[in-house]
Structure formats: C-alpha cells, structure tokens
C-alpha cells in the first residue's frame, strides 16, 4: 500500500483539504467526503470547533473519530499569535498535537513570513507538538525548517487563493530530492492539472481550500482533485518516459513489417 506517512500514521489519501469558504458545513462535508481526504485542516481563528457554545460546529459536520484534523494559524502575522492560537488548539481538540503552522508576512499576498515562521517552529517543536510548517519555495529555508524537526515541509505553488498553479517547478523539484520528510504543495493550486503535476514531480501530497471551495461546483471539483491526486501519483511512480527534443519515435514498430 503506498500510504502517506506523517509523524509515523499512515493516510491512504494524498490529498488534504481545508474546511473554509463553504456555504455552509453541510457543503464543506459533502465535498471533504468527495475528495476522499483523512486530514482536514480548520483555521482556529475562523472556524467553530467548540470555543463558541451554541453555534453550529465543524466537529459535528466532519466527526474527530472519522477525520484527522490539522488545526492551522491562519491570519496570524507574528509567531507569538501562530504559538499563541496552537496552544489553544490543544486544548479545544483535547491534547491534539499534529498541527499546521503558517505565519504570513502582509494580509494582500499572504506571503509566508519566514523568520517568524522559523521562529514559532523551534518554540512548537520543543513544546511537543508535531508541525506541518507552510513555507516559501526557497530550499534553504525548507531544509533549515526539516532540521529544526518539522514533521512535513509545505511550500507554496502560487500565491494562497491565486489558483495560478505551480508557478516555480524547479525550486519544488530541489526540496523534493533534498527532503527527509513528506513535501506537500501548499497553496496556489487552481484546478486539477495542477495537482497532478504537483504529484508527478514527486510531491507526498496536496492541500488545497480555495481550489475546491471557489469552484461553481465545489463538491464536483473536490472529486476532480481526488482523481487526479491519485493519476499523479501513479505517473510518477510510474516513471515517465524520457522527453526527446526533435527525435521522433512511431509508436508502433518498424521491424517485422509487411513488405519488408
């Protein structure tokens, strides 16, 4: 079984999704259902996990027994605020420790803020908890954050919410083959394509909210995104063929032919 290992459990399912931007949580649990996903992540800041009594609550439309839940410090600009909101996390989610970690750097790009990044990283880690930390393309970074003993290194594609795809091919592919923990494309995937290639360079996984979620049809999408998580991943297991710039090659063969 090719499972995904992420601090020592394994998931079935390559592709994580975010639970924002719905409707409603009926939506956003038909479309988590959809896209087959195990790991869920929910912005503690934006999203009712129990801090606020007698609202509706993600826990009842996607179940804690059933999902992994990947609480996330969305909107949060400094890592006192990032340390600050996963602590909270623990406590609501009864000592959840697998977390994901994003510190942004300005709120109209969300570009990651690095050295807060780095930052709250080291405190998280030696507070015990399990960190998938979202980064920069910059391999040097993405190797210092695995070092500090994050447990999956998440760059981004594009911009969050951009849809514009894998935008820097090359710089994944350097912190794919330089990485000792899972490497999963963050962030700017628009369409299912995308998440394909993500797979096919060699990427352990995709998360994606916006792509989904901003669909006309985000329960179909999340299916869409499934398949292709899935096609990827068997391409670059697969092994493509190599490319051959002006070298034609017919597809059938040319020995044994009639005539000749």
Known sequence: ?????????????????????????????RAVEASGAQIVTVAIRRTNIGQTAGEPSLLDAL??????????TAGCYSADDAIRT???????LDGHDLVKLE??????TLYPNM???????????????????????????????EEIGCVAVMPLASLIGSGMG???????????????VPVIVDAGVGTASDAAIAMELGCDGVLMNTAIAGAQNPVLMASAMKKAVE???????????PKKLYSASPSSPTTGMIGK
Do not use: C, H
């Open 103 to 108: 510190v942004l750097g300005d709120p109209k």
């Open 1 to 29: 079984m090719d499972n995904l290992i992420i601090a020592g459990k394994p998931y079935s399912s390559r592709l994580l999704v975010g639970t924002g931007k719905y409707k409603d949580f009926d939506e956003t649990r």
């Open 231 to 241: 096609a990827g991943r068997e391409a670059f297991l697969a092994g493509r063929m």
């Open 166 to 180: 894998i935008l820097n091919p090359w710089n994944l592919q350097i912190i794919i083959d330089n990485a000792k």
């Open 63 to 72: 179940p804690p027994s059933q999902y992994t839940y990947l609480p996330n």
């Open 86 to 92: 996963l602590r909270l996390a623990r406590e609501l």
């Open 115 to 145: 050295v807060e990044t780095l930052k709250a990283a080291e405190v998280l880690v030696k507070d015990g908890f399990k960190v998938m930390v979202y980064t920069s393309d910059d391999p040097i970074i993405a190797k210092q954050l």
